[in-house]
T-cell receptor, first 114, second 112 residues
């Protein structure tokens, strides 16, 4: 079946603009996660959802970052008033749920803020 | 504060030989560990995991060893194949917790 999909795959935006990154998880997956990956680093946790409920947002860097998953399926990560330091690969993953289930990652959205 | 460390950024191994990738962690609360493999332009894919109640888990050519007292785990690939060339990430978590903490990755190159 289809894996996790993310759109857009590449996004270039000017400093100060808002961006919305979309994640479409594997059908039936309860949990959805957002990570950020800088060049040469591993993915860094941002936030996750079980169904539509945001369970942990401790990794969001500041209040310019927000995420939602209103119907428990597709999720959107929004970054307001983007800054150059927000440039990174943003990865989404989904899983069947808690308790050791494998997280399946999408291909990521490469965000560049100029 | 890097709680999961992969101190070797890169590793080259001859085809057919054993590849050993290492990972250290500092948080003694971690009790579940995973290895992910990543090809260029793709997301990481799950490879193998181990719970802290075990010291070894094997899946085909892949074996993960866990030394809790040393807070160290390793991934052994034997025999190594050209398709194993990728970046390998070690990750750790508390079982039942959704948040994975990743290392910085090791780029493995298998030499034909």
């Amino acid at each position: 079946g289809a894996g996790v999909s993310q759109s857009p795959r590449y996004k270039v935006t000017k400093r100060g603009q808002d961006v919305a990154l979309r994640c479409d998880p594997i059908s039936g997956h309860v949990s959805l996660y957002w990570y950020r990956q800088a060049l040469g680093q591993g993915p860094e946790f941002l936030t996750y959802f079980n169904y539509e409920a945001q369970q942990d947002k401790s990794g969001l860097p500041n209040d310019r970052f927000s995420a939602e998953r209103p119907e428990g399926s597709i999720s959107t990560l929004t970054i307001q008033r983007t800054e150059q330091r927000d440039s990174a690969m943003y990865r989404c993953a989904s899983s069947l749920g808690a308790g050791g289930y494998e997280q399946y990652f999408g291909p990521g959205t490469r965000l560049t803020v100029t | 504060d890097q709680q999961v460390k992969q101190n070797s950024p890169s590793l080259s191994v001859q085809e057919g030989r054993i590849s050993i990738l290492n990972c250290d962690y500092t948080n003694s609360m971690f009790d579940y560990f995973l290895w992910y493999k990543k090809y260029p332009a793709e997301g990481p894919t799950f490879l193998i995991s181990i719970s802290s109640i075990k010291d070894k888990n094997e899946d085909g050519r892949f074996t993960v060893f866990l030394n809790k007292s040393a807070k160290h785990l390793s991934l052994h690939i034997v025999p190594s194949q050209p398709g194993d060339s990728a970046v390998y990430f070690c990750a750790a978590t508390l079982f039942g917790n959704e948040k994975l903490t990743f290392g910085t990755g090791t780029r493995l190159t298998i030499i034909p």
